[in-house]
């Protein structure tokens, strides 16, 4: 077996792993990954608690199931009081953060809708909170900051813009895309970001690029997994040779990788592992993700929020889905960050450097 310098590895030796069949080289970057993964974040698993509390998007990509285009989709948004009823069981189970998630939208009923759930959030539970509402106008993004969110998910999907552009319509484009993540920098939040891993003409040196992309724009946390196919969506008639357990496999390479090259942020073991391989959570944690986002509503329109398809545990009460991943995340040896807020090593030193 070559040998590689794991704390250093360089672009070539990323491609190369990237590309690897090779199981036991696998299992040796596996464990490689582990090993920094304990080194800088610990054997903790931080978890939040997430609510799509909306499947009414305006845009249109090509890969998602809850893509505007889609009409076979019932459309819903729950109620204020629904989404603090949330939050308060993240609260009182002492998650570590909370999670807004939702399909896109700009318009002033659903931007104010937002902020008067974050103020609330903030003065009944003072709950760190987490969004991920895609692309808005820094004024948005500046007036959720200030009701009391503090970290924001917006994947860049792919670093390419040519893959961007094949996977996406016309109007999203990839520059205003970037200048989402910086106006997110701007406006004081700890940025996560993350791609869809496998997707059609996306090349070993195009992931590697990737996480040389989350190195470049000093990303504080990660959330990537690979793609999965929804079957009414325009993409799935793309993906002539999808093979769910390469997607699987990449998927564990991509988190390895990034842990061995960026070594103190977050990165989530996300659904979309758990979606491939019962265990994926679990390979996922041990390929060296430290953070899991557990469903924490209650509702009918769960099976409505799907981005792809099979996705797992559509009916689970919040309170099983907790004992699955504390389940799973004990049976590898691994405990769970009850009641602190987990930022990454990565966002602390960011503070103290530009502090002092
Ligand atoms: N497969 C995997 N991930 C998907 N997402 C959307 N559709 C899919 C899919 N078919 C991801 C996108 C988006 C996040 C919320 O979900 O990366 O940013």
């Known amino acids: 077996m070559k040998k590689y310098n794991w704390?250093?590895?360089s672009k070539t030796d990323m491609i190369?792993?990237?590309?690897?069949?090779?199981?036991?080289?696998?299992?040796?970057?596996?464990?490689e990954a582990y090993k920094v993964k304990i080194k800088y974040v610990g054997n903790t698993v931080y978890f939040r608690g997430l609510v799509?509390?909306?499947?009414?998007?305006?845009?249109?990509?090509?890969?998602?199931?809850?893509?505007?285009?889609?009409?076979?989709?019932?459309?819903y948004c729950l109620s204020k009081e629904d989404i603090l009823k949330s939050a308060k069981w993240a609260y009182d189970n002492k998650y570590a953060s909370f999670v807004l998630q939702s399909g896109e939208?700009?318009?002033?009923?659903?931007?104010?809708?937002?902020?008067?759930?974050?103020?609330?959030?903030?003065?009944?539970?003072?709950?760190?909170?987490?969004?991920?509402?895609?692309?808005e106008t820094r004024e948005t993004y500046r007036r959720w900051r200030k009701a009391g969110a503090s970290r924001y998910l917006l994947r860049i999907e792919s670093s390419n813009p040519e893959i961007y552009k094949l996977i996406h319509p016309e109007d999203c484009d990839f520059q205003a895309r970037l200048q989402a993540i910086e106006d997110l920098r701007a406006?004081?939040?700890?940025?996560?970001?993350?791609?869809?891993?496998?997707?059609?003409?996306?090349?070993?040196?195009?992931?590697?690029n990737d996480i040389l992309f989350f190195k470049e724009h000093d990303i504080d946390m990660i959330g990537m997994g690979p793609y999965i196919v929804h079957h009414d969506t325009p993409m799935?008639?793309?993906?002539?040779?999808?093979?769910?357990?390469?997607?699987?496999?990449l998927g564990l390479k991509m988190i390895a990788?990034?842990?061995?090259?960026?070594?103190?942020?977050?990165?989530?073991?996300?659904?979309?592992?758990?979606?491939?391989?019962?265990?994926?959570?679990?390979?996922?944690?041990?390929?060296?993700?430290?953070?899991?986002?557990?469903?924490?509503?209650?509702?009918?329109?769960?099976?409505?929020?799907?981005?792809?398809?099979?996705?797992?545990?559509?009916?689970e009460t919040s309170e099983e889905n907790?004992?699955?991943?504390?389940?799973?995340?004990?049976?590898?040896?691994?405990?769970?960050?009850?009641?602190?807020?987990?930022n990454s090593p990565h966002y602390k030193k960011r503070k103290e450097d530009n502090n002092g």
């Open 7 to 9: 704390d250093n590895l």
């Open 52 to 75: 799509e509390f909306s499947n009414i998007c305006t845009k249109d990509c090509l890969y998602c199931g809850i893509r505007k285009g889609n009409d076979k989709v019932e459309r």
């Open 322 to 342: 907790m004992k699955a991943f504390e389940k799973s995340i004990h049976r590898i040896g691994e405990n769970i960050g009850y009641g602190v807020m987990g």
């Open 16 to 31: 190369e792993l990237m590309s690897t069949d090779d199981k036991l080289l696998l299992q040796r970057l596996y464990d």
């Open 236 to 249: 799935a008639s793309m993906m002539k040779d999808y093979d769910p357990k390469h997607q699987l496999e």
């Open 105 to 135: 939208r700009t318009d002033e009923e659903f931007v104010s809708f937002v902020e008067d759930v974050l103020y609330e959030i903030k003065n009944r539970y003072g709950l760190g909170v987490t969004l991920s509402l895609g692309e």
């Open 257 to 315: 990788l990034t842990r061995l090259y960026l070594k103190d942020v977050n990165i989530a073991s996300t659904t979309a592992l758990q979606t491939l391989d019962y265990l994926g959570r679990e390979r996922g944690l041990l390929a060296g993700a430290n953070i899991c986002m557990p469903v924490v509503y209650e509702s009918e329109n769960r099976k409505n929020y799907l981005l792809y398809d099979n996705k797992p545990a559509l009916t």
């Open 187 to 208: 406006e004081d939040y700890q940025v996560g970001t993350g791609v869809m891993i496998g997707l059609p003409a996306q090349t070993a040196e195009d992931l590697v």
